[in-house]
Structure formats: C-alpha cells, structure tokens
C-alpha cells in the first residue's frame, strides 16, 4: 500500500501554476536524444504541467499525472498532452509503454520503492528515466541575505522534512538505474519583477503553513527588506541550478 498523498500545493494551485518558474527548452532538447524513441513521455507529479507542456514539444504523446485536482484542474492544455489525476505508484499505464519518465521537484514526495516499481513496469527496454530538482535561488548579494532570513530564521521550522532531499541536490535518494553518463549541466533563469519574485516566495509550502499557523502572510512581513536589497531596478534575474539524474533500466 502506497503511503498517504502528502498535499502541500492543492490549497493554492492557482497562484502556483502562475509564480513557478519555467524550466529551460535545452533541459528538453537534451530529454528528447535519450530514449530510443520519442512516442510516450510519462511526466509523474506532474502539478500544474509545466514539465508536461514542454516535453510535448519533443514527443509524440506526453501524459502528466498528479494526485491534486486542483493541480490539474491549472495545468496548461496541449494537443498531445493528456492529464489524469492519479498517483505517480498507480499509474494507469501499459507495461513497456513509456519511452521516457520524467520527475520535475516532486520525487522527494513519492513512496519510492513503490514508483519505482511501476518505473520498470511502464518503461520500454531501451526508455530512460529523468528526475531533477532546483533548490535555493540566486539574484543578487543582498536579496540572497534576505533570502536566507526568511528560509531560515522564519520559516525553518516550518518545511516539510522531504524539504532536506531538495537541499541536497536527491544525494540520499535510492535512483536504482544506470545511470546515463555525460549529463550537461543546466540552469532555470527567470528575469522577474519584485512582485514575481515575492509571489514565487509565496508557493512555498513552508510559507503557507506558516499562514496556516500564525495566521500572518511572512511574505508581506518581510517584502519591506527584500524591497531595499532589490534596489531600484525594475527586474532583476532570478537563477537556480538544477540537479538532474537520468538513468535506463538496470
């Protein structure tokens, strides 16, 4: 039995679908020469489908699934795109179908063993699997002062203890594959306004249960001192370095 869906995003899809930044087109264009063959992506946890949209760009079929409705119900349509609301351990898919399984910051929220298994159920012989993560942003000196302040004086006690998995880059995650060698290293990169960023800051799901406790938005709380190290400029780019895994079947 799968262990219980851990929903920290459903209570505010809506702003999570519009605050979350984009991945990179190369990540994809990288993806897509991995598998022997572009007909079905799998993109498990999906959320709101923006892994899903781009791989779709790049195979044939791509189906996005995720156990939130409410994720679903925000994620972007696509000709050849296909959303269930499902579980990424009970996925309604046929042995050997998927050319290529993708995970994009949700695989510390899985029951691994159980993915896993359906992982090598669902994968086609020579299909591949990606999983990656993003962790801490990057903007400027002072705005990542500020940064830190809020993800660790104010909401530190407040993350999910998956949130560690993140942090270090899926180092203590079992990823029982071949691991594909030559992996390029790849980079999300956003030019944001003050206002995106903070509503990115707002997502976290550390930040809405601290809501939830203290009946205090942190982000309104703090957005002063982010205003002062952001400085004058109208934007500012916002970088995070991605951590990617792929492997084939062992």
Known sequence: MTRTFKDHFSGHAATYARARPTYPDALFDWLAGVPARRGLAWDAGCGNGQATVALARVFERVLGTDPSAEQIAQAAPAGNVE??????????????????VTVAQALHWFDLPAFYAQVRRVLADDGAIAVWSYGLSQV??????AFMRLYD?????????????????????????ARV???????????????????????????QRYKAATGVDPIERIAPEFAAAWGEADTRVVRWPLVLRVGRQA
């Open 83 to 100: 959303y269930r609301v499902e579980p990424a351990e009970a996925p309604t898919l046929a042995d050997g179908s998927v050319d290529l």
């Open 140 to 145: 400027s000196r002072d705005v990542d002062a």
């Open 153 to 177: 004086q104010w909401l530190g006690n407040y993350w999910p203890p998956e949130r560690r998995h993140i942090e270090n880059g899926y180092a203590e995650l079992e990823f029982p594959f």
């Open 181 to 207: 060698d030559g992996v390029p290293a790849f980079e999300m990169a956003v030019t944001w306004t003050l206002g995106q960023y903070l509503a990115y800051l707002g997502t976290w799901s550390a930040t």
